[in-house]
């Protein structure tokens, strides 16, 4: 099952579904406009369809620079605030390096070294409370 289109529009990242997680896989550059329409669609799948996790792989992001990273802690933000988390994945060494030079810590996002990994974290974890769903006290 797939939100996706089966044709990558240009200028848009695609949203895949798997299961109770969306995946994102980041390539190369990212633009305003494009980053925009990511953070919307985001938002209205995860609303639409209740997912608990969104995974966002940036194994094909060469370089990260503050806006990337602020694009990323705004997803992270969106997403829970919409009662879905989000996991990064396939962060390359020097991606690393730079965050922590740029003092970006990146709040509300895990990391995981591989997609399988970042499925893993999403999938073991039990799904947080929807809005307006009864709480479950635990004894």
Same mark, same amino acid.
């Given at each position: ?52 996790? /969104? ?5 094909? @992001?060469? *370089?990260?620079?503050?806006? #990337? &990273?602020?694009? $990323? ?14 996991? /990064? ?5 020097? @991606?690393? *390096?730079?965050?922590?030079? #740029? &003092?970006?810590? $990146? ?19 039990p799904p947080a409370p929807r809005p307006g769903s009864p709480r479950q006290e635990i004894p």
């Amino acid at each position: 099952m797939s939100d996706a289109s089966p044709r990558p529009v240009p200028g848009q990242v695609p949203v895949l579904r798997l299961g109770d997680v969306l995946l994102v896989t980041l390539q190369g550059d990212l633009h305003d406009s494009t980053t925009q329409q990511l953070q919307q669609d985001l938002a209205e799948t995860i609303s639409r369809t209740g997912v608990h996790g /969104v995974l966002i792989d940036i194994s094909g @992001v060469e *370089i990260v620079d503050s806006f #990337l &990273g602020r694009v $990323l802690a705004e997803i992270a933000a969106q997403a829970k605030l919409l009662a879905a988390r989000t996991v /990064v994945a396939g962060m390359r060494p020097a @991606v690393a *390096i730079t965050l922590v030079e #740029l &003092g970006l810590t $990146l709040p509300g996002l895990r990391t995981a070294l591989s997609t399988e990994a970042g499925m893993e974290l999403l999938t073991q974890q039990p799904p947080a409370p929807r809005p307006g769903s009864p709480r479950q006290e635990i004894p």
